[in-house]
């Protein structure tokens, strides 16, 4: 049975983006994720909930394997001339097998 608690947004930052741009990021992410699904109806589900999300800091390597995934944004920074640092994806009840090996943004 599926529960909306598993149903949640994954936001992944470069671990080479230093702690006060990462935070800014992963807000401009989440907003820019809202704004690119908003008329989504998993997105309702997500907003009417609990708007779970998992942030993760990932590797080069890493952020590029998760580029071959479906339905996600990326997300850039004007203060590194609009270079990539991050991506969202849009909420989901599943993953692939991949996110639940990233690192934990901690």
């Known amino acids: 049975m ?7 947004m994954y936001i992944l930052i470069k671990d080479s983006i230093d702690l ?3 935070v800014n990021s ?8 809202y704004l690119k699904w908003k008329d989504d109806p ?3 589900l997500w907003l009417d909930n609990y708007m779970r ?4 800091r990932v590797t080069d390597k890493e952020y590029e394997k998760a580029k071959t995934y479906n339905d996600y944004g990326i997300i850039t ?5 609009n270079a990539e640092v991050g ?3 849009k909420p989901r009840w ?4 991949f996110f639940n090996f990233l690192k934990l943004f901690r």
């Open 94 to 97: 599943e993953y692939p097998k």
């Open 26 to 33: 992963v807000a401009h992410g989440s907003l820019m994720g």
């Open 77 to 81: 920074e004007l203060a590194f001339d």
């Open 20 to 22: 006060g741009h990462a």
């Open 42 to 44: 998993i997105m309702d």
């Open 2 to 8: 599926i529960s909306l608690n598993n149903l949640k």
């Open 87 to 89: 991506i969202v994806f």
């Open 53 to 56: 999300k998992v942030t993760c």
